[in-house]
């Protein structure tokens, strides 16, 4: 089975850095996503990481661990707009099927 | 591009009756995905379709769900008799998926902007 575990919620101030963190047990890996998803819409991509090692896409960054089962998604320079919620997921042995953490809902405070 | 094209956006009905949710993948995507997000379990995956043909309906709760692809342009959720616990929001997603990638790679979902159902 596969089993993702997220915080419920963060909050942080606009400007300031976060890093919410994903932790993953998962029957095989293929890749892990990060999703942005605003309060009635529509999950958005964010990221993908498959090796172990950061990855930079202007202010949001993704780090992944294969070995601890871990990654976390920065948000630097945080911009009101950035309050959603953050969804982990995983592809585990069906190269297809993404299964996705319960996700960490931010509110960024002026 | 439109993207993915779900409807209804909103269905309230009452227990009992039947209920379909259709989706419109985007054109040339080969896979399609049938999600349910509730506050409870967040985004769970139903069913995915691979070149129209279904490959894993293991997250289909019970038999009161069917869902059908009957071309590479269509697809709908199907449940029949719904009850109030089935009231949820409905994605539908869809992605390219091409053959050298089905080890690796950033196999995409784009998602449509959901079928909110309430059933009373």
């Known amino acids: 089975g596969q089993n993702i575990d997220q915080p419920t919620e963060m909050t942080a101030t606009e400007g300031a850095i976060v890093q919410i963190n994903c932790t993953y047990q998962t029957s095989g890996f293929n890749g892990l996503f990060w999703y942005q998803q605003h309060a009635g819409e529509a999950p958005t991509f964010l990221s993908y990481n498959v090796l172990d090692g950061l990855e930079e896409k202007g202010r949001f960054s993704s780090f992944l661990s294969r070995s601890k089962g871990y990654s976390y998604l920065l948000l630097k320079e945080l911009q009101m707009k950035d309050s959603a919620s953050y969804l982990c997921?995983?592809?585990?042995?069906?190269?297809?099927?993404?299964?996705f953490g319960t996700g960490t809902r931010l509110l960024v405070s002026p | 591009d439109a993207g993915v094209i779900q409807s209804p956006r909103h269905e309230v009905t009452e227990m009992g009756q039947e209920v379909t949710l259709r989706c419109k993948p985007i054109?040339?995507?080969?896979?399609l995905f049938w999600y349910r997000q509730t506050m409870m379990r967040g985004l769970e995956l139903l069913i995915y379709f691979n070149n129209n043909v279904p490959i894993d309906d293991s997250g289909m709760p019970e038999d009161r769900f069917s869902a059908k692809m009957p071309n590479a342009s269509f697809s709908t959720l199907k449940i029949q008799p719904s009850e109030p616990r089935d009231s949820a929001v409905y994605f539908c997603?869809?992605?390219?998926?091409?053959?050298?990638?089905?080890?690796?790679?950033?196999?995409?979902?784009?998602f449509g902007a959901g079928s909110r159902l309430t059933v009373l």
């Open positions: 054109s040339g995507h080969n896979s």
């Open positions: 997921a995983v592809r585990g042995t069906g190269f297809q099927k993404l299964v």
């Open positions: 997603a869809s992605s390219l998926m091409l053959p050298r990638q089905a080890a690796s790679g950033a196999n995409v979902l784009t």
